[in-house]
């Protein structure tokens, strides 16, 4: 095809190589009648006199698969030549206007084509743009970490191009490009055709084009010691993050349920990716296994200011990580199966699907000595390659200048050195800032860079002098986890946003950053909702910070109060309540819940598959667990935490696991209950709102909640809770035998009693060794919690403290009881035994099961120790009773 002749498409080229004959495609595609002649179109072969450099052999055309969208699409050939098979031409739905083709959909390309869409054009130069990607979603990588800690949904980061694109005249071709053929870098005559050239595509589609953009970024490195390749994982694209994804999965699968063995995750390189990789990790492994960082420096981040990586050396200390600081991996392999010192090689080759690795490391520095590692799952995050030195064609080799790393050498105006209608952006393009230092391969160059091209693609068409690019840096995030980050802003001196707060801010940044104003609604309005069920229980979480729930009292933490600083800021700092090491009341009202520990929000547990959510229930609010493949009806769980009624959330980590664990195991749903604390929310507001749940999933949530309609089996409804939640579950017992107050067809089959906190005013069984601070403190705490009490004789908590709490405590209408006490549970496991005891001997009509103890450890260890041997015997104790 000749040039368009109109001069806006055609910029003056400099003077350069004469186009050669041989190549030179004076009508590469066909004369201009081809356009206007659709059957020719279709048919269009290649003449002897064609260089045959757009024809493939024939056979390659049964592979062909190329996808266009809207106007634009394919000239399929239909000649039968089995010498030369003609080539599909990509067909430009308009002949006059130029046409933009822009490689790679990425931030670069998608960003280009984005700001071209969105440019004033004059009605006759608005360019017609395909842009070609070999997937058929653009990734927003930096957060692809997000997908391991299960923050965002794959649609959220990775949205379709069709979608994005499809208020707007781009049209996306999903393919593979295979070869670049520009032609802007032969000198012409005047007149002579100057098409920008020609891009063959994986399919064998040929795509003419006036303008090329290159955007094609880079891809992992990862060929780089021996066994490398066949064993360590690369993590920068869609489909590697959710490799990995599942690669974690099947470790968290295997382990499940077990207290050993860790698994283990090395990581190599400590750069950005591999710090955030191993913040990620480590958090999502928490005590099931540990992080092997590995990096040839002996700091981490080289590069990343020195706020950011202060921040990330904190948060990497403070989890399960190993630092292996200047080494560099030699060598990956497989551990054999006689190799001894790898237990689980023998497991899992039994399962067949994964052997542990080994990995050689060889000190960077001196002093250091070799040292051999063992990794489950070993994550490559060192060094980077640009596709382009691929992409050139035999015959012509470096048309396109590269740099050392083989980046296309462009000038400020992001135009291809030597090529003038070619601009190329992003990680795959090399461009010195005015101090003669390439310029990072970020998201944010190739952002900035996207809008410059876009703009400079429009001068260029429009004859006006051309942008130089200046890189602005803005700052730089990292994050470090679900909810830590660290961000450094360029522009405010010294200022490092961490924990939180920074993760917060790196996301509504992220946010803003998402290509298309109606993607960005979408994903803002996901996140806000997230975010806003999850402050559902942070804002309880933040007052009733969570904490470990009672150590035996008479230890010193007894005497313990609350921190001078708190006490300093309140200005009238007199305590008069202390419950160490939960919460302290000053004179003033305040209460103070020192430390704390953050709220997860609901979702989908990795470990275990089991997914959650926050939902209102009635006048409560309530957290709903369903686990994997839930098919037909199953039993449900109500659940109601500890934490002495003053702390506590189903949104606490330590409670949030052991219901996804729970549920994981028995195949039940959970209903675990938000309930009002004291002493803001004096008893019986606690017991009211875990009535509200507990009639709310016995009305399928008010005939509403689609998990309960399509799943609860009320015939088998439990009620269940430890500490300060199991005597809310007995109370709620005693309150569901009240005539009428649980709808016809709704079964209470049982309700089980960890380590519950019941007392009295009269010591039983060994309490008869407690001193009389014991009772006293026993006594205020009640007092503390309740709003009218007679004190230890309050039924509520002595629940067999006379004939009418006997008679109501026994006529619970649960078919079955359990409790479990635990053998170190100083303050109540003799209440615990006392309400075995008392229980059966008033009459309980129901099935006692057996008491079961936990052997060497306190009160709500399974929290903490969840994993342990006797964690894993209590649960499945538990899992037994509910699946009786
Ligand atoms: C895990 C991770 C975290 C990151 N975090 C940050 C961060 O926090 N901040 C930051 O600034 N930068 C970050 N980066 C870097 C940033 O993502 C890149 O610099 C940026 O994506 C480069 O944009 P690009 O358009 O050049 O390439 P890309 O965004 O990689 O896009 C290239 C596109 O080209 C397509 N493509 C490649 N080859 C072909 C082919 N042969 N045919 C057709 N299509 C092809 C790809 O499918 C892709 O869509 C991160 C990168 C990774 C991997």
């Known amino acids: 095809m000749s040039c368009r002749a109109s001069p806006w498409s055609r910029p003056s080229l400099p003077a350069g190589p004469r186009f050669p004959t041989s190549a030179r495609p004076r009508f590469p595609l066909g004369s201009r009648n081809l356009w206007r002649n659709p059957i020719l179109k279709n048919s269009w072969t290649l003449g002897a006199g064609v260089s045959n450099m757009f024809a493939l052999p024939s056979r390659l055309f049964s592979c062909m698969a190329s996808s266009g969208s809207g106007d634009g699409g394919f000239a399929r050939p239909t000649s039968t030549d089995e010498a030369v098979a003609p080539l599909p031409l990509y067909s430009w739905p308009d002949k006059q206007r130029p046409r933009v083709c822009i490689l790679g959909g990425g931030f670069g390309g998608l960003y280009t084509a984005l700001r071209l869409e969105s440019l004033v054009w004059p009605s006759d130069k608005k360019p017609q743009v395909v842009l070609v990607d070999q997937s058929d979603r653009f990734v927003f990588k930096p957060m692809l970490y997000e997908l391991l800690s299960g923050e965002v949904d794959v649609w959220e980061i990775a949205p379709y191009f069709t979608e994005l694109l499809k208020n707007t005249s781009v049209q996306f071709v999903r393919d593979s490009v295979k070869l670049l053929r520009p032609s802007d870098h032969f000198r012409r005559e005047p007149g002579e055709p100057c098409t920008g050239g020609v891009v063959h595509l994986e399919?064998?589609?040929?795509?003419?084009?006036?303008?090329?953009?290159?955007?094609?970024?880079?891809?992992?490195?990862?060929?780089?010691?021996?066994?490398?390749?066949?064993?360590?994982?690369?993590?920068?694209?869609?489909?590697?993050?959710?490799?990995?994804?599942?690669?974690?999965?099947?470790?968290?699968?295997?382990?499940?349920?077990?207290?050993?063995?860790?698994?283990?995750?090395?990581?190599?390189?400590?750069?950005?990716?591999?710090?955030?990789?191993?913040?990620?990790?480590?958090?999502?492994?928490?005590?099931?296994?540990?992080?092997?960082?590995?990096?040839?420096?002996?700091?981490?981040?080289?590069?990343?200011?020195?706020?950011?990586?202060?921040?990330?050396?904190?948060?990497?200390?403070?989890?399960?990580?190993?630092?292996?600081?200047?080494?560099?991996?030699?060598?990956?392999?497989?551990?054999?199966?006689?190799?001894?010192?790898?237990?689980?090689?023998?497991?899992?080759?039994?399962?067949?699907?994964?052997?542990?690795?080994?990995?050689?490391?060889?000190?960077?520095?001196?002093?250091?000595?070799?040292?051999?590692?063992?990794?489950?799952?070993?994550?490559?995050?060192?060094?980077?390659?640009?596709?382009?030195?691929?992409?050139?064609?035999?015959?012509?080799?470096n048309v396109i200048p590269l740099n050392g790393r083989g980046q296309v050498e462009t000038e400020e105006t992001l135009q291809v050195k030597g090529h003038p209608r070619t601009f190329a952006i992003g990680d795959s393009a090399a461009l010195r800032d005015p101090s003669g230092k390439l310029l990072p391969a970020t998201a944010q160059v190739a952002f900035q860079q996207a809008d410059f091209a876009g703009w400079n693609l429009w001068a260029a068409i429009n004859d006006r002098p051309l942008l130089p690019f200046r890189f602005q840096n803005l700052g730089e995030m990292m994050t470090l986890g679900r909810n830590d980050a660290a961000i450094t802003a360029s522009f405010i001196d010294g200022l490092t946003l961490e924990g939180p707060l920074g993760h917060a801010a790196r996301k509504l940044v992220y946010c803003l950053r998402m290509p298309t104003d109606e993607h960005r609604v979408k994903v803002g309005i996901s996140w806000f909702t997230k975010t806003a069920i999850d402050s559902l229980a942070s804002v309880q979480n933040a007052v009733a910070n969570s904490f470990p729930l009672p150590t035996p009292m008479g230890d010193d933490s007894t005497t313990n109060h609350s921190s001078p600083a708190a006490a300093a800021m309140d200005p009238d700092s007199e305590v008069v309540f202390d419950f160490p090491p939960y919460i302290c009341q000053y004179k003033s009202g305040r209460v103070h819940r020192p430390g704390g520990a953050p709220t997860v929000p609901a979702g989908t547990d990795p470990a275990t598959g089991v997914v959650s959510k926050d939902i209102r229930a009635g006048p409560a609010s309530v957290r709903v667990y369903l686990p994997p493949g839930a098919t037909g009806k199953i039993p449900v769980v109500v659940y109601f935490h500890g934490g002495g009624f003053v702390v506590g959330s189903p949104a606490r980590p330590g409670t949030h696991n052991y219901l996804n664990d729970l549920v994981a195991r028995s195949g039940a749903i959970g209903v675990s209950a938000y309930y009002r604390l004291a002493p803001e929310h004096k008893l019986p507001a606690a017991y009211d709102d875990a009535w509200a749940a507990l009639r709310w999933a016995a009305t399928l949530g008010d005939g509403a909640e689609p998990w309960l309609l399509d799943h609860a089996d009320l015939s088998r409804v439990f009620l269940a809770g430890c500490s300060a939640g199991a005597n809310i579950a007995h109370n709620t017992a005693v309150r569901a035998s009240a005539p009428g107050a649980l709808p016809d067809g709704v079964a209470l089959r049982g309700l089980a009693l960890v380590h519950p906190y019941f007392t009295g005013s009269e010591a039983v069984g060994g309490e008869a060794g407690f001193g009389p601070e014991i009772r006293g403190f026993m006594d205020r705490t009640w007092r503390f919690v309740v709003s009218e009490t007679v004190g230890l004789g309050d039924p509520r908590v002595n629940p067999f403290v006379d004939d009418t709490a006997r008679k109501a405590s026994a006529g619970i209408p649960c078919e079955r009881v359990l409790v479990c006490i635990a053998e170190n549970d100083f303050l109540l496991k003799e209440r615990g035994l006392w309400y075995h005891r008392e229980i059966k001997a008033n009459g309980y009509a129901g099935e006692l099961e057996e008491i079961f103890e936990s052997k060497g450890v306190g009160h709500a260890f399974h929290f903490d120790m969840l994993d342990s041997e006797q964690g894993v015997e209590l649960q499945e104790r538990l899992v037994a009773f509910i699946k009786k």
């Not at 360590?232 to 382990?255: C, H, I, N, Q, Y």
């Not at 200047?326 to 699907?353: H, L, N, P, R, W």
């Not at 542990?356 to 990794?375: C, F, H, M, S, V």
């Open 203 to 397: 399919s064998g589609t040929v795509i003419e084009y006036d303008w090329l953009v290159l955007a094609l970024g880079a891809e992992a490195k990862i060929d780089v010691v021996p066994g490398s390749a066949e064993y360590a994982l690369p993590f920068t694209t869609l489909d590697e993050a959710l490799r990995v994804e599942s690669k974690m999965k099947m470790l968290e699968r295997k382990r499940f349920g077990k207290s050993t063995p860790a698994i283990e995750v090395a990581i190599v390189g400590l750069g950005y990716s591999g710090v955030e990789l191993a913040a990620t990790i480590s958090e999502r492994l928490k005590n099931t296994g540990t992080v092997k960082a590995i990096n040839v420096q002996t700091t981490i981040c080289p590069t990343a200011p020195q706020g950011n990586r202060d921040v990330a050396v904190k948060v990497l200390e403070s989890r399960n990580i190993q630092l292996f600081l200047g080494y560099f991996v030699s060598c990956i392999k497989e551990a054999s199966a006689s190799d001894d010192s790898s237990s689980t090689v023998t497991d899992s080759e039994v399962d067949g699907d994964h052997n542990k690795l080994i990995l050689d490391l060889q000190p960077a520095e001196r002093g250091l000595k070799g040292q051999t590692l063992e990794a489950d799952l070993v994550l490559w995050t060192v060094g980077s390659t640009s596709q382009i030195p691929r992409l050139q064609p035999p015959d012509a080799p």
